[in-house]
């Protein structure tokens, strides 16, 4: 079982940046790939980005490439997202989560999520 705990949203302006946290409870983080996913009301969950166990492997969805990046800190069983650039699409609520199998798009194929962080761009 794991219980992943998202910090870090909020208000930002167009332009601005926000940097998410994803804190894992779990005594063996390095077997799980890590994603994150976003959903805006009335639309469906989306995936974001997604990073391998050790961090070796990164994906991107067309729309935050270049602008977000993923990484994980496996001695702190902590993944992040770091946003720039954001824009108005971007808000949405975002969800951190987990699967031992890494590549997928899908939030099916995730086993793990978290609760969720609100992200707001607007001026």
């Known amino acids: 079982q794991v219980q992943l705990v998202e910090s870090g949203g909020g208000l930002v302006q167009p332009g601005g940046s926000l940097k998410l946290s994803c804190a894992a409870s779990t005594r063996t983080f390095t077997s799980y790939a890590m994603g994150w996913f976003r959903q805006a009301p009335g639309k469906e969950r989306q995936f974001v980005a997604a990073i391998s166990w050790g961090g070796g492997s990164r994906n991107y969805a067309d729309s935050v490439k270049g602008r977000f990046t993923i990484s994980r800190d496996n001695a702190k069983n902590t993944v992040y997202l770091q946003m720039n650039s954001l824009k108005p699409e971007d808000t949405a609520v975002y969800y951190c989560?987990?699967?031992?199998?890494?590549?997928?798009?899908?939030?099916?194929?995730?086993?793990?999520w978290g609760q969720g962080t609100q992200v707001t761009v607007s001026s």
């Open positions: 989560a987990a699967d031992r199998s890494y590549g997928s798009t899908y939030s099916s194929d995730y086993a793990y």
